[in-house]
């Protein structure tokens, strides 16, 4: 289990990796299950003077590459809700708030 989180600066895309350490879940379990922050390095890129469609093309081939580099065989990124709400969102207007 776990997420990844896409931050926007005024200069870089981020990319947070969230996992559990966890190899397996039970359904009737007390126990606590726990994600926390993957130390990765160089899952970011800048976007200087990218248009809003440049950057989402490059967000959606980023998350192709953390798949395949940083996610273990045993994860599913699911990107679904990516999909769905990308084309709604002005990244390059969130950008120039942030300025």
């Not at 890129?45 to 081939?61: G, H, M, T």
């Not at 395949?68 to 999909?83: A, G, I, M, P, V």
């Amino acid at each position: 289990m776990g997420y990844i989180q896409i931050d926007v600066s005024a200069q870089d895309v981020f990319f947070d990796i969230y996992c559990s350490s966890d190899n397996r879940y039970y359904v009737k379990s007390r126990q606590k299950h726990f994600m926390s922050l993957r130390t990765t390095i160089g899952t970011h890129f800048p976007i200087l003077d990218k248009s809003d469609k440049e950057i989402k093309k490059e967000i959606a081939l980023w998350l192709e590459r953390i798949k395949k580099d940083f996610l273990n065989r045993r994860y599913y990124l699911d990107e679904t809700t990516f999909s769905n709400i990308i084309d709604y969102i002005d990244i390059r207007h969130i950008i120039d708030d942030i300025k």
